[in-house]
């Protein structure tokens, strides 16, 4: 009896997870949209923002020379990976340049609702201070930091 009990909480704990993990997948392909949407048709500093779909590399929000990458993660159902870097498939102008590629941590907390690396602020996926916003402007400020990089003079 104790065996069928704790088999039967397992796969009712298992059953939990696929469908937290479905819906997380779900959760992340809106996030994306959103910040599609989001950044859509707007200009910063006179560039236009540039949605990106390639096979083989990630989905991505292109400012100019830079962006920002949806990272795909298979060990954490609920976490997954904004990269803010180089734009995907061209990666030569990385190899001496800085800033550095930065990785920042997304998670999932359900209902559509997202912690951005260590923030401990819940933001939404759309709207107004949302999840999309945010990252939009992590895209602005890592394009401003590249930029000025590029113009230091090398020493």
Not at 47 to 73: D, G, Q, T
Not at 124 to 149: K, M, P, W
């Amino acid at each position: 009896m104790a065996d069928q009990l704790r088999e039967h909480r397992e796969s009712t704990q298992a059953a939990r997870e696929a469908m937290f993990r479905s819906e997380a997948q779900r959760a992340w392909i809106d996030l994306q949209e959103a910040v599609r949407s989001t950044a859509e048709g707007k200009r910063y500093k006179g560039e236009l923002f540039l949605w990106r779909v390639l096979p083989a590399h990630p989905k991505s929000l292109v400012l100019k020379n830079v962006a920002l990458s949806f990272v795909e993660r298979e060990w954490d159902s609920r976490t997954f990976t904004l990269l803010l870097g180089g734009i995907p498939g061209l990666h030569a102008l990385w190899a001496t340049t800085s800033p550095d590629p930065e990785f920042v941590d997304i998670q999932y907390e359900g209902r559509d609702h997202w912690r951005i690396g260590g923030s401990t602020e819940v933001l939404q996926t759309s709207g107004e201070n949302s999840a999309a916003e945010h990252i939009c402007r992590a895209l602005v400020t890592y394009f401003d930091d590249f930029q000025s990089s590029r113009c230091q003079p090398i020493i």
